[in-house]
């Protein structure tokens, strides 16, 4: 079974630039996450899809994040304009329910370094 | 509000000896427990779940954790280390019931054998 697929991989931009990172959940999983992770701390959530409709986003920072999760399948997490401190790993994951106990599968991540 | 400590940055073992990373939470209620490997430059592997039932529970690659309820801890423990057991590991907390609920995670612990 393919898992969660990131892309890109790595990618270094100015600050005030824009950068993309697109994301396909594993097969039949209707939920579908975008985490941040800073180097040293956990992962924390920046947005969660149930299918098209977004669930919580409360953490996410709506005046230079953005995502969309179209036909609720792929995902795209935009950052315009970027800052110094959105250095970190972005981390797409996704589970097949919403469901408490259900396991959520992270892909390998996007790695962001803004200079 | 729920929360994980993982009350240690890093945990050193000699290969073949037993390991142990320490994780408590707060919840209110049972919680759902969540373990979580990353080698460097990956993602995060899940390891193992504790939903319901039996306190011990197994996961992949040999580990397994043992979840307390009176000292609210979901230790992670493998019997043998291995040196390519060396990696970040996270704990997570999820609060039980229905409807939405945010997966919450530790800070990390990263595990050396040598």
């Known amino acids: 079974e393919a898992g969660v697929a990131q892309s890109p991989r790595y990618k270094i931009i100015e600050k005030r630039q824009s950068v993309a990172f697109w994301c396909n959940p594993i097969?039949?999983?209707?939920?579908l996450y975008w985490y941040q992770q800073i180097l040293g701390q956990g992962p924390k959530l920046l947005i969660q899809?149930?299918?098209?409709?977004?669930?919580?986003d409360s953490q996410l920072p709506k005046d230079r994040f953005s995502a969309e999760r179209l036909k609720g399948v792929d995902s795209t997490l935009k950052i315009q304009p970027a800052k110094l401190e959105d250095s970190a790993v972005y981390l797409c994951?996704?589970?097949?329910?919403?469901?408490?106990?259900?396991?959520?599968?992270f892909g390998e991540g996007s790695w962001l370094t803004v200079v | 509000a729920q929360s994980v400590a993982q009350p240690e940055d890093q945990v050193n073992v000699a290969e073949g000896n037993p390991l142990t990373v320490k994780c408590t939470y707060s919840?209110?209620?049972?919680?759902?427990l969540f373990w979580y490997v990353q080698y460097p430059n990956r993602g995060l592997q899940f390891l193992l779940k504790?939903?319901?039932?039996?306190?011990l529970v197994k996961g992949s690659y040999g580990f397994e954790a043992e979840f307390n309820k009176s000292q609210t801890s979901f230790h992670l423990k493998k019997p043998s280390a291995l040196v390519s057991d060396s990696a970040l590991y996270f704990c997570?907390?999820?609060?039980?019931?229905?409807?939405?609920?945010?997966?919450?995670f530790g800070k990390g612990t990263m595990l050396l054998v040598s």
């Open positions: 997570a907390v999820r609060a039980p019931g229905s409807g939405y609920s945010t997966l919450t």
């Open positions: 899809f149930q299918n098209n409709g977004v669930v919580d």
């Open positions: 994951a996704s589970s097949f329910r919403q469901d408490r106990s259900d396991t959520i599968y």
């Open positions: 504790y939903i319901t039932g039996d306190n």
């Open positions: 097969s039949g999983h209707a939920t």
């Open positions: 919840v209110s209620g049972n919680p759902y």
